[in-house]
C-alpha cells in the first residue's frame, strides 16, 4: 500500500524517547484532556493551537504547520576575508553560521546578532532585521570578531533575572573538543569564562534558553556515544548557576515515523535530529529541531580526512515541537517542515541550525537560519553556508484549519482576567462564528454566535450585539465554529 503524508500521520502514533502526538487530521468529539479548577488567564495572554491541552471538543478540523516565508538572498553572507577559509578546486570556502543569537534592543530599535564561523565568533547589527552591518570591534584586528574563547556553535541569552550588571548576558558552547563552557559578559562583546568548566562533558551543537518563570537555565545538547538512543538526539540539561547542571535527558529523538521519512529517500537509512532550539512563547514552549534524514555516505567522496567533507550525508530540513514546561516535549500532529527545504539555492540542500529564539517585529515572528547550498555531505567548495531569515505572521507556525466542510472548536473552561477577545484568524474566502458557553458548556444567554467573515487579521476583536465586554470572575468556554480558514490563536486583554 502506497504511504501517503495524511495517512502515514494519521494512522500513527508516536513512540520512542521525548516524543509523542495526537494525530490532528479529521478529529471528531475527542475530549483532550480534563481540568479539576478552571485555568486563569492573564490579562494579554495569549492561546495557541500548537497542542490541545486547552481543547475539550474538536470536530472536522485539522492542524496545519505553515512554512516560513524567505527572502531571495540570505540577509548576511561570508563577503569578508575573515568569514572565508582557503580555495578548494578554484572556489573559495565561504561559510558563516548562526548557532547564534538575534535580539532586539528595545530603548534603540537595533537588532543585533551574534554568529560564527568555525570557532571565530563574530557581531552585527541592523536596522531593519535584512541589510546587516559589521562594526569594527577591535579586538581581534579590524574587524568585527569578539573573544569568546573558541566556542563553536554559540548561543546567547539576555537574562533578565540577573541582579549583577557584570553577568547580564549568558552563553554556552564547544570549546575545542573539550566539552561544552559556559561564559558571561555585562555587553555580549566582552567575556569572561566562568570558574566551573566545561559544564558538561560532551560537545557538537548547543543552545541554551531560560526558564521565564524560575529563571533557570536549559541547555539543548548533544551526548556523544549515549546508549540511550541512536545517533545524533537532543538532550537537556538544567542549571540554576550555569555551574552545576542536571544529568542529560533524552528529550526529543526520533522515531520509525520519522525512519520510514528517510527511507523514502535514495538510500534512506535512518533519521536523527542535529539540533534543537527552544523558547519560550505565548504561555508554552515552542521548539524547532533540524530533523537530518540520512543517506549513507556522500555518493560523490572526497574526504580528505575529513575536513572538506562529512561522512554522513542527507538533507536537513526544521519541524515543529512543543511544550508546556520546557521539560517534556511533543511532536507536532502535522509535521511537515516548518521551515522548508528551498525554493532558492542558498538553503536547497540543507538547514544545519538555526538561533535560539525568534525576534518578533509588530505583527511578524522571524527566525534566523544556517542556509547551506548542499546536503550535509556537500563537498566543501560547493557547500556554501549563509544566514537566512525566515518569517511568519504573528502566532502563525501552525493553526486549526477547516475546508470547505464546518468545523468546530471548543476550549476548556477558563476564567480571563481581560475582557476582550480577539482572534488572530484568516478567513478572507470563509468564515469564523464564536460562541460563549459557561463551564458545563451551555450558551450563555446574549453571547451566541458572533460571526467573523471576509477577514484577514492577527488581531480581530469580537463583539456580541455591538457589546465586546466578556462575563468577568466567572468560567467560560469558547466555541469556534470555522469554515474554509485559519485559526492561529486567541487573546483576551
Known sequence: MKVTRRSFISKSVGVGLGTSFIAGLGLSNVSFHSRLK??????????????????????????????????????????MPWEQGD???????????????????????????????????????????????????????????????????????????ESDPAKRYKAVGS??????????SADG???????????????????????????????????????????????????????TWSDPVP???????????????PGGTHSEFYNMSAFPYANQWLGMVTHFRRTGEPKEKKFDGGHRQSFADGPIDIQLVHSRDGRHWKRCSDRSPVIALGPY???????????????????????????????????LPDKEMSIARASWRIDGLVSMRADNEPGMIETHPMVFEGNTLFI???????????????????????YGKSIISKKD????????????????????????????GDLFSYTVS
Open 38 to 79: 478552571p485555568y486563569i488567564s492573564k490579562t494579554g495572554e495569549k492561546h495557541l493551537f500548537v497542542d490541545s491541552d486547552m481543547l475539550g471538543q474538536i470536530h472536522k478540523v485539522y492542524r496545519k504547520v505553515h512554512a516560513a516565508s524567505k527572502l531571495e538572498k540570505p540577509v548576511l553572507e561570508a563577503d
Open 87 to 161: 580555495i578548494y578546486d578554484g572556489k573559495r570556502d565561504r561559510r558563516v553560521y548562526i548557532y547564534g543569537t538575534v535580539l532586539k534592543d528595545e530603548s534603540t530599535g537595533l537588532y543585533k546578532m551574534w554568529y560564527n564561523r568555525l570557532r571565530s565568533n563574530l557581531y552585527a547589527t541592523s536596522t531593519d532585521g535584512i541589510n546587516w552591518t559589521r562594526p569594527n570591534l577591535g579586538q581581534l584586528g579590524d574587524n568585527n570578531m569578539f573573544n569568546l574563547f573558541d566556542f563553536h556553535c554559540p548561543s546567547f541569552i539576555l537574562d533578565r533575572f
Open 175 to 184: 570549546s575545542k573538543g573539550l566539552g561544552y563552557f559556559a561564559a558571561y
Open 189 to 243: 562583546l566582552n567575556w569572561n569564562l566562568y570558574p566551573k568548566n566545561p559544564i558538561l562533558k560532551s560537545s557538537d551543537t548547543i543552545t541554551l534558553s531560560q526558564d521565564p518563570v524560575t529563571g533557570e537555565y536549559l541547555a539543548f545538547h548533544k551526548v556523544n556515544n549515549d546508549p540511550r538512543v541512536k545517533g545524533r538526539q537532543v538532550f537537556l540539561s538544567v542549571s540554576k548557576d550555569m555551574q
Open 251 to 265: 528529550v526529543m529523538v526520533t522515531d520509525e515515523l520519522d525512519h520510514v521519512e528517510a527511507r523514502r529517500l
Open 345 to 379: 539555492r542558498y538553503d536547497s540542500g540543507s538547514i544545519l541550525g538555526l538561533c535560539n529564539s525568534p525576534v518578533i517585529s509588530g505583527d511578524e515572528m522571524w527566525m534566523y537560519y544556517t542556509a547551506m547550498t548542499t546536503t550535509h555531505g556537500g563537498y
Open 424 to 446: 488572530n484568524a484568516n478567513v478572507a474566502s470563509g468564515r469564523l462564528t464564536v460562541e460563549l458557553l459557561d463551564a458545563e458548556g451551555r450558551e450563555i444567554s446574549g
Open 457 to 484: 487579521g492577527v488581531n480581530i476583536p469580537v463583539a456580541w450585539n455591538g457589546s465586546r465586554s466578556l462575563p468577568a470572575g466567572t468560567p467560560i468556554r469558547f466555541r469556534f465554529h470555522l469554515q474554509k
